[in-house]
Structure formats: structure tokens, C-alpha cells
């Protein structure tokens, strides 16, 4: 059973509200580099540790599990939190899922389809870099999407994180908040470095050409979607050490909040100590 909710600090702060705050700012947490990054190793400990029992509890039953979907204009950071906050626990916890745009057989079924075959199972961590937001996102700034079928698949969506939810699966929300002129600089530096020239895509500035087509689409998303049981939080985005430290926080403070357990063996341990002294080594 769960602890009762004695405030979330974190969660509470970065809740999605009516103005988004600076991308550049730290609204919550440490204001400086060198604090943030002794937090994050700290917090490291802390998130392996739930991390563990929530895997534990689900390998013993539990049917329990967190999802972590991330959403954000491109060069926001959704890969490198992965890489920095997920990389701090132990990878067989974890399920992770990368959505691009949809492929042609992808497109013959429903948009939710391929997401529910990335779904993680009890236990689990799930993440997913861009998810089913994107299909309003990009349908509505390109003009694929009518108003009618926006607010259909809002109903769609909310319906189907309620499903999440009721089944056991604690939805965490975060949209990486990035400033254009951020953007504008970590795009320049994957063009000058040979080794992040990978990482560009030339689509990238068509994106950033409807920048604030993306920022309403994202305002409304926030006003239609986020509920009570899947709520929207923006973490600002500009600082990359920032990031890290306030997701992982968030998914530390969800888990804290879900208090998992280590099963209780099915055997009893003092009879399986008493065996183990009468045992040599092999050979």
C-alpha cells in the first residue's frame, strides 16, 4: 500500500501551471552547477535503491510500475536525461522506447497501437522519448489534424491514462522546457563537433520555423490532458545539469510516494542458513 502523500516538494513546484516558467530558470532545488551535480550524485543512491524494490516487487507479484513520458522541442534533452537520470539504475528495471514518426504499417493501425506494445511491465521503469503527444503535436502544426479530431484523440488519451493507471502504472508527465535561443546554440554545436553530426537532422529547422505553432500545441495539450491521475510537469530545460537533477528527483519522489516492497521469501531463511554450513567447496 502506498504512503499517504505528505507533499512532494519537487512535483509540486514544477506542476504545470498557468504560465510555464523561465527555461533557463531553477524555480526549485539547487541554483548552481557545482550543488546540482553533488545533489544528483546523492540522489543516485536513493534511486537505485527504489528502483530495486519496485523490480523486486514485481519479479514477487506486484503488479505495480512508473512510466516516464518525455516530451520537449527537439535538442531539449530527452535522450541525454535518459542517459544521465536512467542511468543511474540498474538497466534490467528499466524498458525504454524512442517514437519517431510513425512507419507505414504503424499507420494501419491506431495511433495508441504501437504505443501499448511499448508499455513496461510490473516492476518496470518505463520511458518513452516523444509518445503519444506527438501525435497531436505534429499532426495539429502541420494542419493534418482538424479541432474535431484534436479533441477526440484528448479523450482518447485521457481515457487511456486512466486505464494506465487503474491497472497500476503511475504515468509521470515532464515536458523539458528549452529556450529557442538555447536551441539555436546546441544545434550550431552538433554542426561544429564531427561527433554529434549524427545527432543533427536538417528537419530540425522546419520545427524550430513553427516554434510558436509548437508552444500553443503544447499549452493546450497541458490545459486538456493533464489530470489528476497523469499530471504535466515543465521542467526547465536550458540548464542540462538543471534536468537531471529535477527528473530525477521527480521519479524519486514518485517512487517514495509508491513505497515498494521487497517480497517476503517462500522459504524460511534460518532453515537455508543452517544448510549452508554443512556445505564444502566444490571439488
Do not use: C
Not at 223 to 248: E, Q
Amino acid at each position: 500500500m502506498a504512503k499517504k502523500d505528505k507533499g512532494s516538494p519537487v512535483r509540486d513546484a514544477l506542476r504545470v501551471g498557468a504560465e510555464l516558467p523561465d527555461p533557463g530558470s531553477t524555480p526549485v532545488g539547487p541554483g548552481k552547477k557545482p550543488k546540482a551535480v553533488a545533489k544528483l550524485d546523492d540522489a543516485a543512491a536513493r534511486l537505485s535503491s527504489l528502483q530495486e524494490a519496485l523490480y523486486a516487487e514485481g519479479v514477487g507479484g506486484g503488479r505495480r510500475n512508473v512510466l516516464l513520458v518525455l516530451q520537449g522541442m527537439d535538442t531539449s534533452g530527452k535522450g541525454g536525461t535518459v542517459s544521465h537520470v536512467l542511468g543511474l539504475v540498474n538497466p534490467m528495471g528499466v524498458r525504454y522506447a524512442g517514437f519517431k514518426a510513425p512507419t507505414p504499417a504503424e499507420r494501419r493501425h491506431h495511433y495508441l497501437w504501437r504505443i501499448r506494445k511499448q508499455l513496461p511491465v510490473p516492476g518496470q521503469i518505463g520511458v518513452f522519448d516523444r509518445s503519444h503527444y506527438e501525435d497531436i503535436l505534429v499532426p495539429r502544426v502541420t494542419g493534418l489534424l482538424t479541432a474535431a479530431e484534436r479533441r477526440r484523440r484528448y479523450s482518447e488519451i485521457n481515457a487511456f491514462e486512466r486505464e494506465l493507471a487503474d491497472a497500476g502504472t503511475t504515468v509521470v508527465k515532464v515536458f523539458l522546457h528549452i529556450s529557442p535561443e538555447e536551441q539555436l546554440d546546441r544545434l550550431r554545436a552538433r554542426l561544429q563537433t564531427p561527433e554529434k553530426h549524427w545527432k543533427y537532422n536538417p528537419g530540425d529547422l522546419d520545427a524550430r520555423s513553427h516554434w510558436p505553432a509548437y508552444q500553443e500545441a503544447y499549452a493546450d495539450i497541458f490545459k486538456k490532458t493533464s489530470t489528476a491521475h497523469a499530471p504535466w510537469h515543465v521542467v526547465p530545460a536550458d540548464r542540462k545539469w538543471y534536468r537531471n537533477w529535477a527528473v530525477a528527483e521527480l521519479l524519486i519522489e514518485t517512487l517514495a510516494e509508491l513505497a515498494p516492497r521487497f517480497p517476503e521469501p517462500g522459504f524460511d531463511v534460518d532453515t537455508e542458513l543452517a544448510k549452508l554450513k554443512g556445505v564444502g567447496v566444490p571439488g
